[in-house]
């Protein structure tokens, strides 16, 4: 297989796409990720697919092993990942059905770890530009060849959920002029820049969550109807993409942490820097 593995993170939805598929089960220092990963081959290239939710959708939002998932890929050479995930829009133009490439997050979560660093190790890394510009642009041109409507570029603000927003949130939310709300991708993309990772969110929208007078509120049946309506766009948007991205890296994303970690390597305490080996060995001996 040429070129470093890729990582899929969304819905079950895309087993099917992966010939030769064997799952392994995976731990890291932070636990183990929402489920096991499957591994798979698709256009040449080693694609590693993992369930954000776990199977049969078991796990909220504010509970998913973040760390864990991120870390995995990692531990398993995946050097991208392509992010599926269910939004609301906050614009009319964003209608549901459309898929928006986001390439700036706004958070309003409250209970997540977003990072990998502490016990002993402190580390402040560049977030302005929070995706991987090139990996967004190849997914954006794949969903217009694709047959989808792409919305390129757009702010994706992260709530904490497990409900939707209330009317006043909404609003405000619209009033900010961001793009499109969601619950799950703005950890996984500040961990996945800690963790190296090329990072870039395919956002599907389901609804237009509760701020469209003349729209109804939004129903859980609602988004299933759409998410399901959407996978099949999904699955050959990742298709079409897979055999487009490098089999290596030009961007920033490769050395983010390079000059990231602020604690003296004789400061860090061992047992720290052997559980975060895969995020600094490369830096701290």
């Not at 990582?7 to 220092?29: A, C, M």
Request: charge should be negative; hydrophobic fraction near 40%; proline fraction near 5%.
């Amino acid at each position: 297989m040429a070129g470093g593995r890729i990582g899929v993170i969304g819905g079950s939805g895309f087993y099917e796409l992966l010939e030769n598929p064997r799952e392994e089960i995976v731990s890291t220092p932070f636990g183990s990720p929402s489920d096991a990963i499957t591994i798979g081959e698709l256009a040449g290239r080693e694609v590693c697919f993992l369930p954000r939710h776990g199977k049969g959708h078991r796990i909220m939002p504010s509970d998913l092993p973040f760390q864990a998932n991120i870390l995995a890929m990692k531990q398993l050479g995946v050097e991208w990942i392509i992010s599926a995930s269910a939004v609301g829009s906050m614009k009319e133009e964003i209608k549901p059905g459309d898929i928006v490439i986001p390439d700036q997050f706004f958070d309003r979560t409250r209970q997540r770890r977003s990072t990998f660093f502490g016990e002993g190790c402190v580390a402040h890394i560049s977030f302005a530009d929070p995706v991987c510009s090139e990996l967004s642009t190849l997914l954006a041109q794949a969903g217009r060849d694709a047959g989808a409507t792409i919305h390129e570029g757009g702010t994706y603000v992260c709530m904490e959920g497990p409900q939707f927003s209330t009317r006043a949130e909404s609003l405000v939310y619209r009033s900010w002029g961001v793009d499109v709300i969601g619950m799950t991708n703005l950890q996984e993309a500040k961990l996945a820049r800690e963790a190296e990772i090329c990072y870039a969110t395919m956002a599907l929208a389901t609804d237009y969550d509760c701020w469209y007078e003349g729209e109804e509120d939004v129903t859980i049946q609602q988004v299933i109807e759409t998410v399901n309506n959407n996978v099949a766009m999904a699955k050959k948007i990742v298709a079409t993409v897979i055999p487009r991205i490098g089999e290596e890296r030009t961007c920033a994303c490769a050395s983010a942490m390079e000059y990231g970690i602020m604690t003296a390597p004789e400061a860090i305490p061992v047992e720290t820097k052997i559980k975060l080996k895969d995020i600094i060995g490369k830096y701290v001996s």
